[in-house]
């Protein structure tokens, strides 16, 4: 059977009721090659301005934004359109009916986790791109969303061979034919998201398709990383959110400290990009050892 007739929810998807008629309205604008920037500040609700005003006003463009025209210039169309569909898809992913096996809390809470550890691996690499990476690791795994939502059948033969022993994404694949890093992907590619957000979502989990002369390469690589770190820490963030959030000014010092000092022994005959792994690998290795000391300690402490 053709996947995307087993995954007949996928489709289904695209017709979800959307509560937020306005932010609909300016999706169809971003679509139109004919509207323009005032057009579009026209149909913006007082919600998406202060959305789009917050993105703008990140770090991560080096300016401040006082207003929306300037805003939406700012963000670009491509942006703005990625705001907006993540914002309507995790809202209505929230408001589904999920099945009793699937725990929605701890799978927010892995992505809020994976969220801050991108932040920091981008902040310690300098990165472009950081607010792309951090809205990756953010929904990074909603092709689960979508297998528990949309393909409860799928979800529950998934459930149980994982119980039997069998590795979840082995298990997505033998069910699926596909895993739900690529499901995620195809149903944003569905609602237009580029392959700059697609593809590293697709590969999340995919350890064979590291090409240093992808366009992508870096935001692949950190997410990757930033996923495995979650995987490890996220039953623990549960508890000690706020806490753990303090100990990553630290962990961003050293870090550059740690990348600074590579950079001066290896790029002398070598390029950035040939070694940016052992530079991921190195300082992973830091944070997941500065992590468990600090949960260790806070253990002790309670």
């Not at 979800?155 to 997505?172: C, T, V, W």
Request: with cysteine.
């Amino acid at each position: 059977m053709n996947i995307l007739d087993r995954l007949k929810g996928i489709d289904r998807v695209i017709d979800i009721p959307i509560v937020d008629v306005s932010a609909m309205r300016v999706i169809r604008l971003l679509d139109d090659p004919e509207s323009n920037f005032d057009q579009i500040c026209t149909q913006l609700s007082p919600g998406i301005m202060a959305k789009f005003l917050e993105m703008a006003n990140n770090a991560y463009y080096g300016r401040k934004v006082n207003n929306i025209e300037y805003a939406v210039r700012v963000l670009g169309y491509d942006r703005m359109k990625q705001i907006l569909v993540v914002s309507l898809l995790m809202e209505h992913f929230s408001k589904s009916d999920m099945p009793h096996d699937f725990n929605y809390q701890r799978f927010q809470g892995h992505a809020n986790l994976c969220a801050c550890i991108s932040r920091v691996f981008a902040e310690i690499f300098e990165m472009d791109g950081k607010e792309d990476l951090i809205t990756i690791s953010m929904i990074h795994d909603i092709g689960k969303l979508i297998i528990a939502v949309y393909c409860k059948d799928e979800f529950s033969l998934i459930e149980d061979l994982k119980k039997r022993g069998i590795p979840e994404i082995k298990a997505e694949k033998d069910v699926l034919g596909m895993d739900h890093a690529e499901v995620g992907a195809l149903l944003l590619k569905k609602f237009g998201i580029s392959d700059e957000i697609t593809e590293p979502i697709r590969v999340h989990h995919s350890y064979d398709s590291n090409n240093t002369e992808d366009k992508d390469y870096f935001l692949k690589m950190v997410l990757k990383q930033s996923v495995v770190i979650s995987d490890m820490f996220y039953k623990e963030w549960a508890l000690y959110c706020e806490e753990i959030k303090e100990v990553f000014d630290e962990i961003t010092i050293k870090g550059k400290e740690i990348r600074d000092e590579m950079v001066r022994d290896h790029m002398r005959d070598k390029g950035y990009r040939e070694i940016f792994p052992g530079l991921l690998r190195n300082i992973t290795v830091y944070i997941v050892e500065r992590l468990s000391k600090y949960l260790r300690k806070s253990f002790e402490l309670t």
